[in-house]
């Protein structure tokens, strides 16, 4: 399995330019995570979808951040419009279904770093 | 829910040593897992070792451990003989097994050094 795959690595837009990432996670993982990750405030959870479904979107910092997950391969995290501050590393994380007792690892793709001028 | 507590922001430690970066946890689930990750400066997430809360055994993964106590709810993870390439950030995070759809929040994570 190729893993979480993340696109793009690296994106360097203007204030108020719309911004995607996207996200394709494991196959045969069923939940899915976005996170962001700052000096300033750690690494926080944005969002999790639960097969296609958006579970918690409280850590979304406001209106201007959109997730969706039309379908159980593909993700998007969309920032409109951007600013400064969204300046972050965005990462995308999978886990597969719970069974039993065991662990059920969070597999993380290799992160979005997003700069906003 | 759950909440994680990482109160050692940054750790030294000298080359072949062991080390234990702690993390306690909050919970009124029955239960539970704690998980345990590492950041090297790359920025990538690595997964490290995972303890489930009714494992009767603490979990050990090669040079990793859990110095799991239920009771205290704490879940140091333990690094025996250290190496350079463990200087990294390291992250402690709850996994609900209960539900499908526990969220996964992290702690604010340790820096550790490995000094030669």
New interface residues.
């Given amino acids: 399995d190729a893993g979480v795959i993340q696109s793009p690595r690296h994106e360097v837009t203007e204030m108020g330019q719309e911004v995607t990432l996207r996200c394709k996670p494991i196959s045969g993982h069923n939940s899915l995570f976005w996170y962001r990750q700052t000096m300033m405030r750690g690494l926080e959870l944005l969002i999790y979808f639960n097969n296609n479904v958006p579970i918690d979107d409280s850590g979304m910092p406001e209106d201007r951040f959109s997730a969706k997950m039309p379908n159980a391969s593909f993700s998007t995290l969309k920032i409109q419009p951007s600013e400064p501050r969204d300046s972050a590393v965005y990462f995308c994380a999978s886990r597969p279904p719970i069974r039993g007792s065991g662990a059920n690892v969070l597999t993380f793709g290799a992160g979005s770093r997003l700069t906003v001028l | 829910a759950q909440k994680i507590t990482q109160t050692q922001p940054g750790m030294f430690v000298q080359e072949k040593e062991a080390v234990t970066l702690d993390c306690t946890y909050d919970t009124s689930d029955q239960?539970y897992?704690l998980?345990w990750?590492k950041q090297p400066s790359s920025?990538?997430?690595i997964?490290l070792i995972?303890q489930?809360s009714?494992?009767e055994q603490n979990a050990t993964e090669g040079r990793y451990s859990l110095n799991f106590q239920k009771a205290r709810k704490s879940a140091n993870l333990v690094i025996s003989a250290s190496q350079l390439g463990d200087s990294a950030m390291y992250?402690c995070?709850p996994?609900g097994?209960e539900?499908?759809?526990g969220?996964?929040?992290?702690g604010?994570?340790t820096t550790l050094t490995v000094k030669p």
Avoid at chain 2, 103 to 106: E, H, I, L, P, Y
């Fill in positions: 239960s897992g998980f990750y920025g990538e997430m997964f995972y489930g009714y494992d992250f995070a996994g097994l539900t499908n759809a969220k996964s929040t992290f604010d994570g």
